[in-house]
């Protein structure tokens, strides 16, 4: 709700949009934890000396994540290659991590119904430049059949195209 009592706007069609996609209490949580952003964004945060609106350029929606991370849910943020790294200091991981699921999609929703104009700040357009051709092959030391026992399976993960993410623990 804005401060004369009208609804926000962008959070009513993500709520509709994203009812199509997953489970109402799965989008009634991201809406506990995007209410209290956007409030925070319009009144707190600060990008080349001016208020952050939720349309604005990536820039500045990550500025201001990374502002609302830092001041409101205590976290260490630490710049790594493309991403930023988070570590939790007062707040559980998974309340960090279901704040950054839910504005990713609502970025992703606001994208899918043109509502907003640009790239989805939270993922790192350079993510898939890091990627090896084939998960798992070494460059050089082409590997044996798996039947032939010889090499243990070469673990991977796949690659977060996230800016913010958290270590895994």
Known sequence: MSENNEPFMPLTEFYHDQLKRIGESSVVAYLNKLEPFFYWLKHNSSYKSKKVNWDHEPEAIKEGIRQYLLQEMHCKIRDQNNYER????????????????????FYKSMIRLHMYAFINPLIDVEWDKELPSTPGERINKPRLPQVAGTEAPIPFRRQTESYFNTPVY
Do not use: D, G, Q, R
Not at 96 to 105: D, E, G, Q
């Open 86 to 105: 988070i570590y939790l200091t007062s707040k559980s991981a998974k309340t960090v991590n279901l704040f950054l699921a839910a504005i990713k999609n």
